[in-house]
C-alpha cells in the first residue's frame, strides 16, 4: 500500500547513500589499478551504480507519494538516464575505457548501460518482494 512504500522511503535514501559511498570509494580506489587491471571491476561498480541510483530513484518516488503502478518503470528510466549522463561525462572527457567511436567503445557502452539497467531491475524486483510481504501482514 502507499503509506507502508512511503515509510520506507527514508530506509531506501539510507541505503542508496551507502550503496553510494561505497560506489564513490570503490571508483576511487579502481582509479589506482583495478579498472586497468581487472577487467570485471567496471562491471562490478555499473551494477552497484544502478543498485544505488535504482534505490535513491525509488525513495524519491515514494517521498513524493507517487502510486506504486508505474513505479518499476521509473526506476529503471532513472537509473538509464543517469547512465547515459555518465557515459556522455566519460565522451567528453575522454575518459571512457576504449577509444571513443571504435567498436570497443560502443560495445562498452553498452554493456555499461546493460549492466546498470541490471542493478535497477534488481531493485525493482526487492521492492515487488517488500509489497508482496507487506500486504500479506
Do not use: C
Not at 551504480?49 to 506504486?68: E, M, Q, R, T, W
Amino acid at each position: 500500500s502507499l503509506s507502508i512504500a512511503y515509510n520506507y522511503s527514508m530506509i531506501y535514501y539510507i541505503y542508496a547513500w551507502i550503496v553510494l559511498a561505497i560506489v564513490l570509494a570503490m571508483h576511487i580506489f579502481g582509479l589506482t589499478g583495478p579498472y586497468f587491471t581487472f577487467s570485471g571491476y567496471d562491471i562490478i561498480m555499473h551494477f552497484l551504480g544502478g543498485v544505488g541510483i535504482g534505490l535513491f530513484v525509488l525513495a524519491l518516488f515514494n517521498s513524493l507519494k507517487f502510486s506504486s503502478k508505474n513505479r518499476g518503470r521509473v526506476i529503471i528510466f532513472g537509473v538509464i538516464m543517469v547512465g547515459i549522463i555518465w557515459e556522455l561525462f566519460e565522451y567528453y572527457f575522454d575518459i571512457a575505457g576504449y577509444p571513443v567511436g571504435t567498436k570497443l567503445y560502443h560495445v562498452d557502452t553498452a554493456k555499461d548501460l546493460i549492466v546498470d539497467t541490471v542493478g535497477a531491475i534488481m531493485i525493482v524486483r526487492m521492492t515487488r518482494k517488500i509489497d508482496t510481504k507487506a500486504a500479506a501482514v
